[in-house]
């Protein structure tokens, strides 16, 4: 059984623990969700990367992954979320699956909850309505949706239609053309991900990225994920118009994290302001 298979099943358990009317009853009371959107908008670059502009960074609270393993396990994830903010990040991307990634919905929750200003996505793996109104009882401004997860077309549909209906932004992760093909049939759609990490191998590549990007039209924005970790990274992406990149391990692994954020956001280094 393949690691999402694996994921899968473990999450359906989940789902059936939870408790359809309360959530959605929470969800009904929660604040109105941010405009994720908006925050991906690439703007001018101060370093003069690329063509004038640099595109947005959603920063990832990460502490392991199935491919990884332990990456991070003691990072404190508010204080990491709060360097992400001073230091460039336009958006924070929060893992909440606990068994496969050390995730928390409790991280995502006190995030919210303490006015913190970025919008926020609840990366997990959602395959049921009652996650996403469990994601906007608990404070998520979008929510993932992974096309390998959600094989069935008229369920990949109706989650993308009610996350929209709920206020939040439904991010839409492809791995190939043939997701990337199902994805752009979603009515409305506005964000695709790239995932240039393949679910078969594990191994990764920005050649995905350049490969997909084309097939997507200029009316929606693009986030290219995995596999990022140096400037000229981000260079090579923003040649093939991506709006924005999602970054985990690169950060949190990294010996001076606020340089690394500032690095893969486009801002100019402290160092070099002096």
């Given at each position: ?117 970025l919008p926020l ?19 998520a401004d979008a ?132």
């Amino acid at each position: 059984m393949s690691i999402l298979a694996q994921i899968i099943e473990h999450k359906k358990m989940e789902i059936a623990a939870l408790d359809a009317p309360v959530l959605r009853a929470a969800a009904e009371q929660s604040p109105t969700p941010r405009n994720f959107l908006a925050a991906l908008t690439p703007r001018p670059s101060p370093s003069g990367r690329g063509v004038g502009v640099r595109v947005s960074l959603i920063a990832e609270l990460k502490r392991a992954s199935p491919s990884k393993g332990i990456l991070a396990p003691h990072l404190d994830l508010f204080q990491l979320a709060s360097l992400y903010a001073q230091n460039g990040a336009s958006a924070i991307s929060v893992l909440t699956d606990e068994k496969f990634f050390m995730g928390s919905l409790a991280t995502l929750r006190q995030l919210r909850l303490t006015n913190y200003q970025l919008p926020l996505l609840r990366k997990d793996f959602i395959l049921h309505e009652t996650q996403l109104y469990e994601s906007r009882a608990n404070g998520a401004d979008a929510v993932l949706l992974i096309a390998a997860a959600l094989t069935d077309d008229a369920l990949f549909a109706d989650l993308h239609a009610l996350a929209l209906e709920l206020g939040l932004t439904p991010l839409v992760e492809v791995h190939d053309e043939a997701e990337t093909e199902r994805a752009l049939k979603l009515k409305d759609i506005k964000l695709i991900g790239i995932n240039n990490r393949s679910l078969a191998t594990f191994d990764v590549s920005l050649e995905t990225t350049e490969k997909l990007r084309p097939m997507i039209p200029p009316e929606i924005a693009v986030v290219a994920e995995s596999g990022i970790f140096t400037a000229a990274d981000v260079e090579r992406l923003t040649k093939v118009n991506v709006d924005a990149i999602l970054v985990g391990e690169a950060l949190v692994t990294s010996e001076d994290i606020p340089a690394k954020v500032r690095e893969l956001s486009g801002m100019e280094s402290q160092k070099s302001k002096v």
